[in-house]
């Protein structure tokens, strides 16, 4: 069989069994699934998703029943505070043999960082989302990304709540708890690994 030009990767959200009855949906499916509708697409070369601490092992089983090996990893970060997080990333990535972690910057300034929060906060599924309106405990936040991004601006308190719940199911650090040695690791590991979105094969 001839090698290819080129590798293409697919989220494991990116494939689903979807129809007109049964729309796309946001809903996590459990990793074992992810793979197998990443694999039964037949086009994909990789999974292209960087797992939590919690979820290596899966992953790992997943990768070799499926025989679809993970290749890249992407993750959003702020300059000049996610130096711990990106540590702890790019071990992860090592670890379920990733060649490559796409590393996407919010912009460094407050509205960057409340977006990166409704954004993770709704992946992680610490804030609820349903149409236009995100909630939080059962309590509205405000309709819209901008809304909401604007409302935990305004109120910190519940902002550093709801990131310290995010961090706590990632398995990091709580933030501002980040120790030099890791911020040193992860100057040393970003000379070795830099990306900037973009997939090489390898």
């Known amino acids: 069989m001839a090698t290819p030009d080129f590798n293409i990767g697919c989220n494991g959200r990116g494939a689903q069994a979807s129809s ?22 037949g086009v994909f070369d990789y999974f292209d998703r960087l797992p939590l601490p919690s979820n ?3 992953y790992r089983r ?11 990893a992407s993750w959003f970060y702020r300059l000049g505070q996610d130096e711990a997080l ?11 043999g990733a060649a490559m972690h796409n590393i996407m910057i919010y912009t460094n300034d407050a509205s960057g960082a409340f977006t ?9 599924r610490v804030v609820e989302k349903a149409g236009a309106w995100y909630s939080y405990k059962g ?7 901008e ?21 706590e199911q990632a ?21 070795e690994k830099r990306g900037h979105g973009a997939r090489v094969a390898t």
Do not use: H, W
Not at 86 to 96: F, V
Not at 116 to 124: A, F, H, P, Q, W
């Open 116 to 124: 990166r929060l409704v954004d993770m906060g709704v992946e992680k």
């Open 147 to 167: 809304a909401v991004r604007d409302f935990l601006k305004a109120n910190p308190s519940i902002a550093k709540e709801i990131e310290g719940k995010i961090r």
């Open 20 to 41: 007109l009855t049964k729309p796309v949906s946001l809903e996590e499916a459990p990793i074992d699934e992810q793979f197998r509708l990443v694999k039964e697409t």
């Open 171 to 191: 398995g990091l650090p709580g933030s501002g708890t980040e120790k030099k040695a890791d911020a040193k690791e992860a100057k040393e590991e970003r000379g």
């Open 139 to 145: 309590e509205r936040l405000g309709q819209g990304r």
């Open 62 to 72: 997943a990768i070799a029943k499926y025989d679809l090996p993970v290749r890249s």
């Open 86 to 96: 990106l540590s702890a990333n790019l071990r992860i990535a090592k670890e379920i």
């Open 56 to 58: 290596i092992d899966e």
